[in-house]
T-cell receptor
Framework: AQSVTQLDSHVSVSEGTPVLLRCNYSSSYSPSLFWYVQHPNKGLQLLLKYTSAATLVKGINGFEAEFKKSETSFHLTKPSAHMSDAAEYFCVLCYNNNDMRFGAGTRLTVKP | DAGVIQSPRHEVTEMGQEVTLRCKPISGHDYLFWYRQTMMRGLELLIYFNNNVPIDDSGMPEDRFSAKMPNASFSTLKIQPSEPRDSAVYFC?????????????FGQGTRLTVV
């Protein structure tokens, strides 16, 4: 079965400190994995994607994620949080080209 | 391209009324998805189309929900009759299978409130 688990429903960090949003997946296929961000009252925006090339993927706004097959993980990180990073983040598994499985989402709060 | 365009952005309707949500995908994309987002269930795939043909509608919650894609540039999601539990944000997304990996582009969503 294909599934995605985001391990934290809510993460709170202080501005300037590192961000870690955790995602584990289960897939019997070679997965494509994505991170999307959703700001309040806006649609989902692609942050980055893993497509079986480099395991360390760099995205927009300073985010990056590392695909670890041995741990079935695709955690999202950022060295230094900014207030504008406060949003909901979704880890997404894509297989069969267009079947997508969304994680439950992680709400990131950034404190001044 | 202006991206995926959804209308209306907000809809408030009374229980029992018909609601129609609209979506214009990105030109050239051959896949179109309808999602529903609620606090309880997160993001759920309702239905998706490939080349205007419905491929998987197993996520459509009830017969009150229907979706059509009469042409490559337009799709509708209809709820008739609407109920308060249908209140949610409905997203449309489109994609194209390029280089074997799909990146979906999402619209801004329609926030539906059924009172």
């Amino acid at each position: 079965a294909q599934s995605v688990t985001q391990l934290d429903s809510h993460v709170s960090v202080s501005e300037g400190t590192p961000v870690l949003l955790r995602c584990n997946y289960s897939s019997s296929y070679s997965p494509s994995l994505f991170w999307y961000v959703q700001h309040p009252n806006k649609g989902l925006q692609l942050l980055l994607k893993y497509t079986s090339a480099a395991t360390l993927v760099k995205g927009i706004n300073g985010f990056e994620a590392e695909f670890k097959k041995s741990e079935t993980s695709f955690h999202l990180t950022k060295p230094s949080a900014h207030m504008s990073d406060a949003a909901e983040y979704f880890c997404v598994l894509c297989y069969n080209n267009n079947d997508m499985r969304f994680g439950a989402g992680t709400r990131l709060t950034v404190k001044p | 391209d202006a991206g995926v365009i959804q209308s209306p952005r907000h809809e408030v309707t009374e229980m029992g009324q018909e609601v129609t949500l609209r979506c214009k995908p990105i030109s050239g994309h051959d896949y179109l998805f309808w999602y529903r987002q609620t606090m309880m269930r997160g993001l759920e795939l309702l239905i998706y189309f490939n080349n205007n043909v419905p491929i998987d509608d197993s996520g459509m919650p009830e017969d009150r929900f229907s979706a059509k894609m009469p042409n490559a540039s337009f799709s509708t999601l209809k709820i008739q009759p609407s109920e308060p539990r249908d209140s949610a944000v409905y997203f449309c997304a489109s994609s194209s299978v390029g280089q074997g990996v799909t990146e979906a582009f999402f619209g801004q969503g329609t926030r539906l409130t059924v009172v």
